[in-house]
């Protein structure tokens, strides 16, 4: 991704490439038990995850959301653009085409509509300017706000797994695939 993307405005919005200065803001929100609970890594400490974080591939797929009204950060999203699956003879045009998302916001910031319209920014962003043919995104079952926003994006649940994920609980829960073709996204007006 270049950075003439950046920052994304949507709305209310501001979205742009996290840096390691914002780290510390990130993790305020990330170690608190209601937000880690559905997060895949979750460091207990602030130095493990900087260490995590600060991971070159990892701090260049994480976004910041910020208010545009107050600069407030409002929570965090990841891209990851990936390659599709393909046949051996193909397998270049697959390259490239399509992105997987992740969201985390802070509890203050639930409910407000922010999680919608960042991610809605960033599918045009796919869809658009980036050209991807696809993306997709999942989550535990039992996160209904996350997959219910999904739903109401417009992606189509294409996975509903029984107890195939491990949580850090130790509990084994379901999982739900969500995806999103480029033709089946309306361009935003």
């Not at 914002?22 to 895949?40: A, C, H, Q, S």
């Not at 397998?91 to 992105?99: D, M, P, S, V, W």
């Not at 802070?106 to 960042?118: F, L, S, V």
Request: charged share 25%; net charge negative.
């Amino acid at each position: 991704m270049t950075d003439a993307l950046w920052p994304l405005h949507t709305e209310r919005l501001e979205i742009r490439p996290a840096a390691a200065a914002d780290l510390g803001t990130i993790w305020e929100y990330r170690r608190l038990p209601e937000v880690n609970r559905w997060l895949g890594p979750a460091p207990a400490t602030r130095e493990a995850f900087d260490e995590l974080y600060l991971d070159p591939e990892r701090l260049a797929t994480t976004l910041l959301i910020t208010r545009q009204q107050d600069g407030a950060v409002t929570g965090d999203l990841m891209l990851r653009i990936g390659d599709a699956w393909a046949q051996r003879e193909v397998i270049e045009q697959a390259k490239g085409t399509e992105a997987e998302l992740g969201w985390t916001l802070a509890p203050e910031h639930t409910g407000q509509g922010y999680a919608t319209e960042a991610v809605r920014g960033v599918i045009d962003l796919c869809f658009g300017a980036l050209g991807l043919r696809r993306v997709h995104a999942g989550c535990f079952a039992d996160n209904e706000p996350s997959w219910r926003m999904m739903e109401r994006l417009g992606m189509r649940r294409e996975e509903h797994s029984r107890k195939t994920a491990l949580h850090r609980s130790g509990e084994w829960m379901d999982g739900m695939n969500y995806g999103l073709l480029a033709e089946e996204w309306p361009a935003s007006g």
